[in-house]
């Protein structure tokens, strides 16, 4: 299994960035994904997650109306649309693959995101 998240970067508050995350090893279609960050100095914070079929996401209320997430099975490809961004979103995200009932089993290495003026 490997999930090879990207897209991070240095954004102005009021930005925009999306992240990536390409999974290989695995059927990616069967599988619930997740998005986490983790800020400097703080734990890990789950962000947003969906179902196989995009028929069903979910978000963290401080992300909420402001990030999207989506996927593209026939690309193998996880998405996270960051919009509206703050500076309290600066964090490395990290995308994982979260089955019901198992929990989160695999992460990727981490996306840094940094929002500044």
């Known amino acids: 299994v490997l999930l090879a998240d990207s897209g991070g970067g240095m954004v102005q508050p009021g930005g925009s960035l999306r992240l990536s995350c390409a999974a290989s090893?695995?059927?990616?279609?069967?599988?619930?994904m997740s998005w986490v960050r983790q800020a400097p100095g703080k734990g890990p914070e789950w962000v947003s997650h969906i179902n196989t079929d995009s028929s069903r996401t979910h978000y963290a209320d401080s992300v909420k109306g402001r990030f999207t997430i989506s996927r593209d099975n026939a690309k193998n490809t996880l998405y996270l649309q960051m919009n509206c961004l703050k500076p309290e979103d600066t964090a490395l995200y990290y995308c994982?693959?979260?089955?019901?009932?198992?929990?989160?089993?695999?992460w990727g290495k981490g996306t840094l995101v940094s929002v500044s003026p």
């Open positions: 994982a693959r979260d089955p019901p009932n198992d929990g989160m089993d695999y």
């Open positions: 090893g695995f059927t990616f279609s069967t599988y619930d």
